[in-house]
């Protein structure tokens, strides 16, 4: 099946520092992928949906200027948490579309922990 | 995309058959119903979708109901590994923002030995 990878697996940062998550589809295309939060206890929340060569696609309330996304290839997208609080600290989850299909592939997911 | 109810706890002893349940009763005629799993602090696993017929494959089966209000996820010979949050999710099969995934709450299948 198509694999999807994120990078780093687990990152601390002081408050107040940004920091910067790899997606990246390692066998196949991806033209879209999405970014995905998630709180202890909760369900995903869905926070973009970013497209190739494209500006990102925010949900209500996520805010584009804290999270910024860059989808620069077929093959990689990045999630950056600038300006990172405690309350950024969450479990954030990507995935991609397989390009010509419509199945999300999701990747491991990033475990961020702002102090 | 049409919501989904599924119960939030469910046991199911291991070796026996894990039936997970999931009404939606909203859901158009061109929505598909999704499966995915989510093991505990990993990413979501992709499971089964359907339309209309029952789906099989290597992991589990897929029963929807005549009318499409209702379907459950069977997992044949659950193990101490299916222990996951699984979630039923509906939507079209199409492009656009249509590609996007709710996840509602979805069901902790826990399997004791």
Redesign the interface.
């Known amino acids: 099946g198509a694999v999807?990878s994120?990078h780093p697996s687990r990152v601390i940062c002081k408050s107040g520092t940004s920091v910067k998550i790899e997606c990246r589809s390692l066998d196949f295309q991806a033209t879209?992928m999405?970014w995905?939060r998630q709180f202890p206890k909760q369900?995903?929340?869905?926070m973009a949906?970013s497209n190739e060569g494209s500006k990102a696609?925010y949900e209500q309330g996520v805010e584009k200027d804290k999270f910024l996304i860059n989808h620069a290839s077929l093959t990689l997208s990045t999630l950056t948490v600038t300006s990172a609080h405690p309350e950024d600290s969450s479990?954030y989850?990507c995935?991609a579309?397989l390009q010509g299909s419509?199945?999300?592939?999701?990747?491991?997911?990033t475990?961020l922990t702002v102090t | 995309d049409a919501k989904t109810t599924q119960p939030p706890s469910m046991d199911c002893a291991e070796g026996r058959a894990a039936n997970l349940p999931c009404n939606h009763s909203t859901i158009s005629g061109n929505e598909y119903v999704y499966w995915?799993r989510?093991i505990h602090?990993?990413?979501?696993?992709?499971i089964i979708h359907g339309l209309k017929n029952n789906e099989t494959n290597e992991m589990a089966s897929l029963i929807i109901t005549e009318d499409r209000k209702s379907s459950t996820l069977i997992l044949p010979h659950a193990t101490l590994r299916d222990t996951a949050v699984y979630?039923c999710i509906v939507r079209v099969?199409?492009?656009g923002?249509?590609?996007?995934?709710?996840?509602?709450?979805?069901t902790l299948l826990t399997v004791n030995p």
């Open positions: 999807v994120q879209t999405f995905y369900s995903l929340m869905l949906t696609t479990f989850i995935s579309i419509y199945e999300q592939y999701f990747g491991p997911g475990r | 995915y989510q602090s990993q990413g979501p696993q992709y979630y099969a199409s492009g923002s249509n590609y996007k995934l709710t996840f509602g709450k979805g």
